[in-house]
């Protein structure tokens, strides 16, 4: 049974991976933002820079052309005309004008224009420099005698569709960018976080039959501290483990020489007692000595589980271990029949089990469904095909609480029979070395009462 145990809870390996994907997403989108903002700037100043260079650029052609046409006279006024005239440009083919244009008089009247501006006169007033509506932006050029105003006119929806196709320019490339960028640095985190995962199994496989310590130089620099904590917490329970076991182990040892020296001395003393009530006496002694003895067995046991006795790479045939098991109970039976073998045809358990400590097992199960078991009924032992192996006895039902309360160091339930508590507990420690474990269940399978433990073995 493993010291550490896994719990459920946040990933930190999820939580890092959202967390710099969700922060590189915002720093893309926030640059893509901040890039839109100085770009409508820029194209601003570009369209506006634009405007300014063609009206300007026009003024010297136009006049020319109008005293080509002998629209201007030599006076300050400008000679009458029927109606605007309009100017053959490329535009006038169907193609869109980008930039429209008026020629305009002093007096406001339009002379002529491109093909895409309106005859009516724009709104913007006869003076040099930008003035906009909400429609267009406008630039006023003027000739050196101020008679010709030329006014070039740009949409706002010119802008505005720059500065679209712009963003999507820009945005597009993340759709594919972000999740790319996601997929990098899930596997950046997952190589980064790997030795945190190494770390973490190798924490989860010490136990008390595994206290070695772990390998702190191929740890990285961040993660060795830690490492060296645990093989220093490791080897101070390594060091209590070992003194409690030794002092089990030796207890145990140095108690049964004596208790059975004492035993024997009660039963040769209530042999030649005569008197009924000395001989209850050394009975009542006799019957403490007995369970002294036994829970020395039992902490002889446990000693020998904490001991690591589980642990085994050789191929054992358990199945020949139980059969001596039994045969050593019906030997010290005075009702061997209460005691029933069902073993099915061709039914055996074979594996890298260690005899030992499956013949303790057994011995603390069958021992139990002996003593507290009720005693008219028998005890059946089922070797079933797999290799699962059942101990039924006859016992009132237990409920959930009351089976897992059994289980305890201790522990005992509703019985006036004796014992230590420890057998379950023993039991749990063992096959938790084999892999394997012990299925409690009351009442027991088929039945409306009595008592069921089954070992489960890999």
């Known amino acids: 049974m493993s010291f550490f145990r896994r719990t459920t809870g946040p990933s930190m390996t999820r939580r890092l991976i959202l967390s710099l994907t969700f922060a590189m997403t915002f720093l893309w989108l926030l640059a893509v933002g901040l890039g839109l903002v100085v770009m409508e700037e820029e194209l601003a100043e570009i369209f506006d820079g634009t405007l300014q260079d063609t009206a300007e650029r026009l003024v010297p052609l136009v006049v020319d052309d109008l005293e080509h046409r002998g629209m201007l006279g030599s006076t300050s006024a400008p000679i009458a005309s029927a109606a605007p005239q309009q100017l053959q440009t490329a ?7 980008y930039l429209i244009y008026q020629v305009r008089d002093r007096s406001g009247r339009v002379l002529i224009r491109s093909h895409d501006a309106p005859e009516q006169a724009f709104g913007t007033p006869l003076k040099a420099g930008f003035w ?8 006023t050029a003027t000739s050196d005698d101020t008679q010709v105003f030329i006014q070039v006119a740009d949409a706002f929806e010119n802008r505005e569709e720059a500065v679209r196709e712009g963003a999507i320019a820009l945005f597009l490339p993340l759709i594919l960018l972000i999740p790319v960028s996601g997929i990098v640095i899930w596997m950046v985190v997952r190589r980064a976080v790997r030795p945190v995962g190494e770390l973490r199994r190798e924490i989860e496989t010490k136990d008390g039959g595994n206290m070695e310590p772990i390998d702190a130089s191929m740890l990285p620099q961040e993660l060795q501290p830690i490492a060296v904590s645990v093989n220093l917490l490791m080897s101070r329970l ?8 030794e002092f089990t182990s030796n ?13 024997a001395q009660t039963q040769m003393l209530i042999a030649e007692l005569t008197e009924s009530s000395s001989r209850h006496r050394a009975g009542q002694i006799e019957a403490s000595l007995t369970r002294l003895s036994h829970l020395a067995e039992k902490l002889l046991q446990l000693s020998r589980a904490e001991a690591g006795i589980g642990i085994s790479d050789k191929q054992a045939d358990l199945g020949r271990v139980l059969d001596m098991v039994l045969t050593d109970f019906w030997r010290s039976m005075a009702n061997p029949a209460r005691l029933i073998l069902h073993r099915a045809p061709g039914a055996q358990l074979i594996g890298p089990f260690s005899e030992d400590a499956f013949a303790i097992v057994l011995r603390n199960l ?3 469904a002996l003593v507290h078991g009720t005693p008219e009924t028998p005890v059946e032992v089922f070797l079933d095909d797999g290799g699962l192996i059942r101990i039924v006895n006859g016992a009132p039902a237990m409920n959930e609480a009351e089976l897992a309360s059994i289980r305890k160091r ?8 004796a014992g230590s508590g420890l057998g379950l507990s023993i039991v749990d420690r063992l096959l938790g070395q084999m892999n394997g474990r012990l299925v409690l269940l009351s009442p027991a399978s088929g039945r409306d009462d009595g008592f069921e433990a089954r070992i489960i073995l890999p």
């Open 238 to 245: 390594r060091t209590a483990l070992d003194a409690e076991r």
């Open 410 to 417: 201790f522990s005992r339930g509703k019985t006036e029979a």
């Open 132 to 139: 906009k509506d909400t429609v267009y932006q406008f630039y």
């Open 251 to 263: 207890s145990a040892h140095e108690l049964r020489t004596p208790i059975a020296g004492a035993l």
């Open 91 to 97: 535009s006038s083919s169907g193609d869109h004008e």
């Open 366 to 368: 069958i021992e139990n």
